[in-house]
């Protein structure tokens, strides 16, 4: 009998062990971001989630959307992704992401939700499912020199042909100084810069599909032609500008005006010119008095299909996208999507812009997201390269020709 005893109490003991074991089984999760500043700060996560341990790992820009399709063939994915928006569609298309809209009804309340600029659930979603939870947004500005607009006796650009009045006064090529400058070189960034022009000259998209072979389309490729080889305004090079070269000639003060996201403003200010000698504006029209209309991007965090800890992971993204973790992230990187950011005093201190930024966001719409959006990309990257190379380019050609591509692909 004591023998039968004994092996009860050893087996009884046994699993209460096993049992506290799996109750302090710790979960790890792999999270991609793009950059370092998405790694935030996880003092307080720790304290509440002793038991979920987060593994960032910095995949940049350039490379995250390849690695992560390849990921997901080797079944290698991580839990939680750091989303540019053209990749909700085409990480969506294929089957990769998690659909989140039960998991928002169930961890978000009425109030919570509401918080959240309404333009900024376009930027997570594809086909009518939300995939992704938005973190932050940014459009394109056009940023200029008020100061010395003022000195000249000019006032803050509207229209193109304010634009081009303005680039003349500023402008001497022996000096390497233009009225503006742009982004050209053969990338997404130049698609996803050009496409607001597109937008404010009039353009529209048929679903994700932008109707290039149109008169705002041969309009806004014509533009990018006649600024460099007509009203010679920007530099023959721009067909060779990345990032860093447009910008660049703006914070060197080579540049008047440039055509630039909203998330570069701090490091303008960074580079020694205060707000208020530089300035932002709204997308240039064809005409005074028309809408403001812009095409914008954004960031999002999304969960992985292939993740084994799918509860785990949206418990992270509600922490990661809370108002506080908006705020130490946008506080000085691109633009929060939660109102309640917008009130918190050292916010507006450190972006006296954000009033701006949040009339452009009535006009804001979100890049394409389709499966089909990089061959889509790449098609008007090579027709933005033939306007930039060619002083006798064809506009309409050139647009007849994107827009076969297009047509091909939806």
């Known amino acids: 009998m004591f023998k039968k005893t004994k092996v009860l109490w050893v087996l009884m003991v046994l699993i209460l062990a096993f049992s506290l074991n799996v109750g302090a089984e710790t979960i790890e999760l792999d999270v991609w971001v793009v950059r370092d500043n998405y790694q935030i700060d996880l003092t307080e996560w720790n304290e509440a989630n002793p038991n979920i341990e987060i593994n960032f790992e910095v995949v940049p820009w350039e490379q995250a959307l390849n690695r992560l399709i390849m990921s997901a063939s080797s079944n290698r994915a991580p839990d939680v992704a750091v989303l540019d928006r053209p990749w909700v569609g085409t990480l969506g298309g294929l089957g990769h992401l998690t659909p989140l809209d039960s998991y928002i009804d169930d961890y978000y309340t009425e109030d919570e939700l509401n918080d959240y600029i309404e333009a900024s659930w376009e930027f997570a979603q594809y086909d009518g499912t939300t995939y992704a939870m938005p973190f932050t947004v940014f459009g394109r500005a056009l940023f200029y020199r008020a100061d010395w607009f003022e000195e000249a006796g000019l006032d803050a650009p509207e229209t193109w042909e304010d634009v081009v009045e303005a680039g003349k006064v500023f402008t001497d090529p022996a000096q390497d100084k233009w009225g503006l400058s742009v982004r050209g070189i053969r990338d997404d960034g130049t698609t996803q810069g050009w496409l607001p022009i597109f937008a404010a000259m009039g353009g529209e998209f048929d679903g994700q599909a932008p109707q290039i072979n149109s008169e705002a389309g041969i309009k806004a490729l014509e533009l990018y032609r006649d600024l460099v080889y007509d009203a010679e305004i ?34 303008v200010v960074n580079n020694g010119i205060e707000y208020g000698d530089f300035k932002m504006t709204h997308i240039p029209v064809p005409e005074a008095g028309m809408e403001k209309r812009n095409v914008a991007t954004g960031f999002q965090w999304a969960v992985h299909e292939q993740s084994e800890h799918k509860d785990a992971a949206f ?30 005093p050292e916010y507006r201190e450190e972006k006296p812009w954000v009033d701006f930024i949040l009339d452009d966001m009535e006009g804001f719409s979100a890049i394409p997201a389709a499966p089909q959006y990089s061959q889509m990309s790449q098609a008007i990257q090579n027709g933005l390269q033939e306007m930039l190379n060619n002083s006798n380019a064809d506009a309409e050609a050139v647009a007849a020709e994107i827009q076969a591509v297009i047509d091909s692909l939806f």
């Open 315 to 344: 418990e992270f993204i509600k922490y990661a996208t809370d108002t506080a973790g908006q705020f130490e992230f946008n506080v000085d990187y691109m633009e929060a999507v939660r109102l309640s950011v917008y009130d918190i």
């Open 234 to 267: 920007m530099s023959p090079e721009t067909v060779i500008f990345g990032s860093g070269e447009a910008r660049g000639l703006f914070l060197s003060g080579n540049a008047a005006m440039a055509i630039m996201g909203s998330h570069i403003a701090p490091a």
